[in-house]
DNA sequence: TAGAACTATGATAGCGCTAACATGATAGCG
DNA sequence: CGCTATCATGTTAGCGCTATCATAGTTCTA
């Protein structure tokens, strides 16, 4: 049996939607003017962008982007890698990553690694199959075969969060400083047998970090540093989990320095549940300087990182590159501030 | 001045990256049989599939996904257009719709409107762009041009958080009825003096619906239903000024219907500030069924709502239609729990 | 054992757009 | 006035992949 029409040609059909041609056609001009009038109008005559604009409209055009990035081998997304939604933490971030790019017309591409860096591995390769024309990730810690990656593929790599050794650009800040720095606030408040509470340091190794500023603080002042690792990560029940596993182990402790604000807050309102006098019976301090904090009574002690600012500088410094300048510091600290609240 | 080699063809160098067709010769096979091994690997020979895997490792390949959308005519994104990325109930959402989109290798190209139904209609003219597989956008409510676009762009087209009137599927709930249902409830308890605090109503008018339902329950119960509008959306600061303005306004009121958690939860802990007795003095209660709200003392009463389930259920509906499989249930309805605390 | 049905692979022609080069018209300059 | 510079537009050839059709070999069926 033969083809029914050996004439005809292969056919194919893409979205039948009205391509640029159509428009082109409508408008009297060549494809090529009709994409100039759209993506380059100060290359084209005022009279004939109008008339393109009119064809557009008029044929209801939209424009395929997916052919543009691959004729031109860009596109306007800027993948966003993060090791969690669940964290407001990150969501703040991305937040400021957004209003920036989208303004500029970027399109961010999310990922969630669920705090694996296999899983950013496998993002990394997906977003860079999207010719994104930059990358974000949270944090330094990347597989070699991933490293390798954002090295090699010759576009901006933002590293945000924390500082440090980074592949090209980096925003962030020095949570081992950060842990310090509520070292030494809780020591000058006169408490002296402190535990950190952390959750799963492993995965949310910045935590770790504050971690090690704090043992550091507290063995150059002589002291122990006891530390909790709770299974779940950041959230209220854990914080009051927390609390309740520090004053079985360790009843005579004076303060807990947590890994972030949902525990403390959750370790606060525990403790207000249980009748618990903070700070007189116990100290509490945290880390992130979440709104939550600052509305319960006692206030929270605790350190707070510019967040969206973050984001929104990590942005700024991609666009630079994008727009061909040189950006000299490639390194930026956002730097964070002591809240300090009623309950150390 | 001549091209210096006018034989040589016109040149244009893409990503610099190896291609499909270097793997391929790489494997020595066509290009054709490297990306069926890739992408339907039931489709060639256990032996070729190896030997073309191995030379994707050899060369470093990273599949082109935009050509390869170009070529099919589908991308694997799926576009989610969401209000605000800072209310907490959309990222439940979202996390819903990432986890189970996800697994099945789909990338989630995140909008944000801002509460615009105009921003929403150049997102979804961007996603549509993208070729994306299908629509998820929050809420019922678009300009024409939107409505037309989504009408006619033969994908499945997701409309959550609310039921009603939807242009194709919908996963959500009855915000009206949720608000009946609070109404009810603080009648119950004997309070009398109700007052309904939202923000925003016209922006967050799924809260208008909740307070609808409310009005139309106190009314039948012979009741007033006084409104105070803040004019900033869900926060805990705004919910302490909702308090004021509430103790200020009417102050004989005897119960707060807040729209939701945050205003509720900022309220609680502002009187709590203020050395109010809840409920005793004021009865509160929010909608959403944070978290938060239930590690409060008193804890909250309020509304839940399965969001994160409310996510997967529609990434689920979504996925069946674009299995081919017919969906016949195009609405579903999550529902909600009224979550009694000691708050009302 | 002829024919159907299936398997594994390949050749070719686009998908819809834009980069690169080309052209013709007009303006600017000494 | 000839020359270059600039502007507005067009022609052509891909970008890297996959849909479609084609082909040869193998297995199954009656």
Not at 126 to 146: I, M
Not at 226 to 236: F, H, K, N, T
Request: proline share 3%; hydrophobic share 40%.
């Amino acid at each position: 049996m033969s083809n029914q029409d050996p004439s005809r040609t292969r056919r194919r059909r893409g979205s039948a939607q009205p391509t640029l041609k159509e428009v082109a056609a409508a408008a009297g001009v060549s494809s090529i003017t009709a994409s100039r009038a759209l993506n380059a109008p100060e290359r084209v005559n005022e009279e004939t962008r109008k008339r393109v604009l009119e064809a557009v409209d008029r044929v209801g055009y939209v424009p395929n982007l997916v052919a543009g990035s691959l004729a031109s081998a860009r596109s306007r997304f800027i993948a966003v890698i993060v090791p969690s939604l669940a964290n407001a933490v990150f969501i703040e971030v991305i937040r400021g990553l957004q209003a920036t790019f989208e303004a500029q017309g970027y399109q961010i591409l999310l990922g969630n690694t669920d705090y694996d860096i296999e899983r950013e591995h496998r993002l990394v390769r997906t977003f860079l199959g999207w010719s994104c024309s930059a990358l974000v990730t949270a944090g330094l810690r990347h597989t070699p075969a991933c490293r390798d990656l954002l090295e090699h593929c010759d576009k901006p790599v933002m590293e945000v969060m924390e500082l440090g050794e980074a592949l090209d650009l980096n925003v962030g800040l020095d949570h081992r400083e950060a842990g310090r720095c509520m070292a030494r606030h809780l020591l000058e408040r006169g408490y002296r047998r402190i535990v950190y509470v952390g959750a799963c340091l492993d995965k949310d190794y910045r935590a770790g970090l504050r971690f090690d500023g704090h043992r550091e603080v507290m063995e150059a002042a002589g002291r122990e540093a006891p530390l909790i690792e709770l299974d779940r990560l950041g959230s209220l029940e854990a914080g009051a989990a927390g609390l309740d596993r520090v004053r079985d182990a360790y009843p005579d402790a004076e303060a807990i320095h947590f890994a972030n604000d949902d525990l403390a807050a959750g370790a606060l309102l525990h403790g207000f549940r249980l009748g618990l006098k903070v700070p007189d019976e116990i100290a509490i301090a945290g880390f992130n300087g979440l709104a939550l904090g600052q509305h319960l009574t006692p206030r929270l002690t605790t350190i707070k990182s510019p967040r969206e600012t973050m984001g929104r500088q990590a942005a700024e410094q991609i666009l630079r590159r994008l727009d061909g300048k040189r950006v000299t510091r490639r390194q930026c600290n956002v730097g964070f501030e002591l809240l300090v609240g009623e309950s150390t």
